[in-house]
């Protein structure tokens, strides 16, 4: 069946299943259980999210000057080819699923993937994630990726050069990934878009970890953000046709999305707030990750005791408003969300060009207590370059500099959105009213918002809005929303450090331009 894993030796193959004959397999072989809504519902135990510190990229004569070796760990070839032949040897006798899909809705970019996996719903969560062929193109199917998901097998450290048990292993040169010892699904789609991060740049084409919609004008719009940031919310949007709300690339043709599906998060999920992810959510066929049941089998969405990071995963065809080819044409706006929750930046802000790049490679946002292990009471910054640094094989730059000639050939308008805390910090202020998110978003979105009356922010130097109708001005201005002026300097300033800090080590890469772009102090009490 594939030449790089071969499975003439597995119990039995079960090739290119429909998804429902996935969730009859998960339910047989005890794999999940169903919720009073019809969802399958799936438990990932240890592991409820992504292995950052547990993935390695083979370092070999291909790699070895392309890769951001940084931010990228190495694994020799020599420890890759034991991990490969024992990987071999666990799939023996056991009973595997394969799936054969595609990444990449715009037909010159697609890359042509087969995942093989020891469960069924891992199976049926990336025949959703993934793009699926029609039928008839099934039977000369020629795999250009090959991804391997065996949770049950064990890394050896010393044996395989790996840290722990967990193994996200990734040789470009013969583009095969191997994933053990966790059952965090996600691991799987992440594995594609880190191949086609490092593949697609030398072809002039962007990748980007963001989320996308198109107007009925045709006007598409790009939506960059960490986790918790808003990308899948904001950009399903009952006004405008959904792309995706994860993996898009940028090519000459326009925007299109890699994937075929959505996994969204849903913690405190509600139909009130997200009517259309909630909708898709709670039907026959989605997929709930680590999503709690209540004693009558309702979803409890509130529930974060196994995780905060609950999900949902399920085809875009399950969102009402979604674009069946997943293409646009070039973007007219491009959104930079950031969950600040230091209370710190503006609801909205236009942005330069020099300082998109700026806040591109940047990649900011707030953890705030009780999403992670380990966090005390005091948010914590989080700066991932390119908002998503841990599936950028290449360095910052390759995409910061794409990215910018992009914006620049197509006249398009960037605006930094604050999804976060407004009134103080967390524990003080309180979160960003969706709704004036999404009042400011749409005047943004409709072009409106450039023509209204804007100041200079003193701390970062963008143009913020002074008035919307509909929308209280001062929380346009963030000092105003909090009670004591001085406590909001003197958070500025703090802020302002740790993005100078975090940004140092990209000045030797861009232009003075862009290094003019930080935020500074200088005027921040007037």
């Not at 259980?33 to 390695?56: C, M, N, P, W, Y």
């Not at 595609?102 to 969560?125: D, K, M, Q, T």
């Not at 406590?487 to 802020?495: E, F, I, S, T």
């Not at 890469?509 to 930080?518: L, T």
Request: glycine share 8%.
């Amino acid at each position: 069946m594939n030449d790089l894993f071969p499975l003439s030796d597995a119990k039995k193959v079960y090739h290119n299943n429909s998804s429902i004959e996935l969730i009859e397999l998960s339910i047989r072989r005890n794999e999940g259980r169903f919720a009073s809504t019809g969802a399958l519902v799936v438990e990932t135990g240890a592991h409820t999210g992504r292995s950052a510190q547990d993935k390695f990229t083979v370092r070999d004569e291909n790699t070895d000057g392309a890769v951001w070796w940084d931010n990228n760990k190495a694994l020799s070839r020599e420890h890759f080819d034991v991990l490969h032949r024992d990987f071999l040897e666990y799939a023996k006798g056991r009973e595997l699923f394969v799936q054969d899909l595609y990444a990449g809705a715009e037909p010159a970019s697609r890359l042509n993937v087969r995942v093989i996996c020891e469960y069924a719903w891992h199976a049926l969560f990336i025949r959703y994630l993934l793009r699926r062929p029609e039928f008839s193109e099934l039977a000369n199917f020629a795999p250009q990726f090959t991804v391997v998901d065996l949770p049950g097998f064990k890394a050896d450290p010393q044996r395989h050069g790996c840290r722990t048990e967990t193994i996200i292993a990734c040789d470009f040169t013969r583009r095969l990934v191997l994933i053990g010892g966790t059952s965090y699904a996600g691991e799987m789609k992440k594995s594609v878009f880190t191949y086609l991060n490092y593949l697609l740049p030398e072809r002039g084409i962007m990748p980007m970890h963001c989320s996308a919609n198109v107007g009925s004008a045709g006007d598409s719009a790009v939506f960059f953000g960490l986790s918790g940031t808003g990308k899948t919310t904001l950009s399903a949007d009952p006004n405008r046709t959904l792309l995706g709300d994860d993996e898009h690339g940028w090519s000459g043709e326009g925007i299109f999305n890699f994937e075929g599906g959505c996994y969204a998060k849903t913690i405190r999920l509600s139909a009130e707030a997200e009517p259309e992810i909630w909708a898709a959510s709670n039907r026959f066929g989605s997929l709930l990750e680590n999503v709690v049941l209540k004693p009558n089998r309702d979803p409890d969405f509130d529930d974060g005791s196994l995780t905060e990071n609950t999900r949902s995963a399920y085809p875009l065809e399950f969102i009402r408003n979604s674009s069946p080819t997943g293409r646009a044409g070039h973007p007219k706006n491009i959104i930079m969300l950031a969950a600040d929750a230091f209370g710190v930046l503006p609801p909205i802000a236009k942005l330069t060009p020099s300082q998109a790049e700026y806040h591109f490679l940047s990649g900011y946002t707030a953890k705030v207590a009780g999403t992670e292990k380990g966090m005390g009471s005091e948010p914590q910054a989080t700066f991932s370059t390119c908002f998503g640094a841990p599936f950028m094989p290449r360095h910052p730059s390759v995409y910061g500099n794409l990215l910018r000639e992009l914006i620049a050939k197509h006249k398009v308008d960037c605006w930094l959105v604050n999804t976060g805390w407004t009134g103080g910090k967390y524990g003080v202020g309180h979160r960003m009213p969706i709704k004036v998110t999404r009042a400011l978003l749409n005047a943004a979105l409709s072009g409106t918002l450039k023509t209204q009356k804007m100041r200079i922010d003193p701390v970062f130097g963008f143009e913020v809005p002074t008035e919307l109708p509909g929308v209280d001005s001062k929380i346009l201005n963030p000092r105003e929303t909090w009670s004591d002026p001085a406590a909001y300097d003197a958070q500025a300033k703090a802020l302002v450090e740790m993005f100078n800090k975090n940004f140092s080590k990209f000045e030797a890469h861009v232009d003075a331009d862009v290094k003019a772009a930080a935020p500074t102090m200088r005027a921040a009490a007037e």
